[in-house]
Nanobody, 113 residues
Protein backbone atom coordinates (compact mmCIF):
# COMPACT_ATOMS: atom_id res chain seq x y z
CA UNK A 1 0.00 0.00 0.00
CA UNK A 2 0.89 3.68 0.14
CA UNK A 3 3.74 4.84 2.37
CA UNK A 4 4.91 8.43 2.84
CA UNK A 5 8.04 9.63 4.67
CA UNK A 6 8.69 13.34 5.21
CA UNK A 7 12.02 14.99 5.96
CA UNK A 8 13.71 18.38 5.84
CA UNK A 9 12.13 20.24 8.73
CA UNK A 10 14.09 22.25 11.26
CA UNK A 11 14.63 25.60 12.95
CA UNK A 12 15.08 28.66 10.73
CA UNK A 13 15.07 32.41 11.26
CA UNK A 14 12.34 34.61 9.79
CA UNK A 15 13.05 35.21 6.13
CA UNK A 16 14.90 31.93 5.78
CA UNK A 17 14.16 28.93 3.58
CA UNK A 18 13.61 25.19 3.92
CA UNK A 19 12.85 22.42 1.47
CA UNK A 20 10.69 19.56 2.70
CA UNK A 21 10.76 16.17 0.99
CA UNK A 22 8.16 13.41 0.86
CA UNK A 23 9.24 10.00 -0.37
CA UNK A 24 6.16 8.24 -1.71
CA UNK A 25 5.44 4.65 -2.66
CA UNK A 26 2.22 3.13 -3.95
CA UNK A 27 0.12 2.69 -7.03
CA UNK A 28 0.05 5.43 -9.62
CA UNK A 29 -3.60 6.21 -8.95
CA UNK A 30 -2.99 6.37 -5.18
CA UNK A 31 -0.16 8.91 -5.29
CA UNK A 32 -0.92 10.97 -8.39
CA UNK A 33 -2.56 13.74 -6.32
CA UNK A 34 -0.29 14.89 -3.49
CA UNK A 35 -0.68 17.63 -0.93
CA UNK A 36 1.24 19.36 1.83
CA UNK A 37 -0.65 20.21 5.01
CA UNK A 38 0.40 21.82 8.28
CA UNK A 39 -0.90 21.81 11.83
CA UNK A 40 0.07 24.19 14.61
CA UNK A 41 -0.62 23.37 18.29
CA UNK A 42 -4.31 23.78 19.11
CA UNK A 43 -5.24 24.43 15.50
CA UNK A 44 -6.87 22.36 12.79
CA UNK A 45 -4.76 20.85 10.06
CA UNK A 46 -4.83 23.00 6.93
CA UNK A 47 -3.77 22.40 3.35
CA UNK A 48 -0.99 24.67 2.14
CA UNK A 49 -0.26 23.20 -1.29
CA UNK A 50 -1.72 20.66 -3.69
CA UNK A 51 -0.36 19.07 -6.85
CA UNK A 52 -2.81 17.42 -9.23
CA UNK A 53 -2.02 14.45 -11.46
CA UNK A 54 -1.40 16.65 -14.48
CA UNK A 55 1.00 18.90 -12.59
CA UNK A 56 -1.34 21.79 -11.81
CA UNK A 57 -0.80 23.33 -8.38
CA UNK A 58 -3.00 25.04 -5.82
CA UNK A 59 -1.79 27.10 -2.86
CA UNK A 60 -3.33 28.54 0.27
CA UNK A 61 -3.51 32.33 0.17
CA UNK A 62 -1.19 32.54 3.16
CA UNK A 63 1.71 30.91 1.29
CA UNK A 64 1.19 32.05 -2.31
CA UNK A 65 4.37 33.48 -3.76
CA UNK A 66 6.49 31.95 -1.00
CA UNK A 67 5.94 28.17 -1.19
CA UNK A 68 6.33 25.89 -4.21
CA UNK A 69 5.22 22.27 -4.48
CA UNK A 70 7.02 20.10 -7.02
CA UNK A 71 7.53 16.45 -7.89
CA UNK A 72 10.39 14.29 -9.09
CA UNK A 73 8.43 11.58 -10.86
CA UNK A 74 11.46 9.36 -11.47
CA UNK A 75 12.33 9.25 -7.76
CA UNK A 76 8.72 9.38 -6.49
CA UNK A 77 9.54 12.36 -4.27
CA UNK A 78 7.34 15.40 -3.65
CA UNK A 79 8.93 18.62 -2.42
CA UNK A 80 7.75 21.76 -0.68
CA UNK A 81 10.16 24.66 -1.15
CA UNK A 82 9.46 27.27 1.52
CA UNK A 83 10.96 30.74 1.14
CA UNK A 84 10.55 33.98 3.09
CA UNK A 85 9.42 32.02 6.12
CA UNK A 86 7.41 33.76 8.81
CA UNK A 87 6.84 32.84 12.48
CA UNK A 88 3.22 31.99 11.61
CA UNK A 89 4.52 29.23 9.33
CA UNK A 90 5.62 27.31 12.44
CA UNK A 91 3.83 23.94 12.44
CA UNK A 92 4.20 20.24 11.83
CA UNK A 93 4.08 19.69 8.09
CA UNK A 94 2.52 16.54 6.65
CA UNK A 95 2.59 14.98 3.21
CA UNK A 96 -0.73 13.52 2.01
CA UNK A 97 -1.60 11.08 -0.75
CA UNK A 98 -5.01 12.59 -1.33
CA UNK A 99 -6.72 9.81 -3.28
CA UNK A 100 -5.54 7.16 -0.81
CA UNK A 101 -6.14 9.23 2.32
CA UNK A 102 -2.66 8.35 3.60
CA UNK A 103 -0.50 10.67 5.69
CA UNK A 104 3.19 10.80 6.46
CA UNK A 105 4.51 11.05 10.01
CA UNK A 106 5.11 14.80 9.83
CA UNK A 107 8.18 17.01 10.13
CA UNK A 108 8.50 20.01 12.46
CA UNK A 109 9.16 23.46 11.02
CA UNK A 110 9.95 26.22 13.52
CA UNK A 111 10.48 29.81 12.38
CA UNK A 112 11.97 31.90 15.17
CA UNK A 113 14.77 34.31 15.97
Amino acid sequence: QVQLVESGGGLVQPGGSLRLSCAASGSITSINVMGWYRQAPGKQRERVALMLGGGATIYADSVKGRFTISRDTDKNVVYLQMNSLKPEDTAVYYCNAVRAGIWGQGTQVTVSS
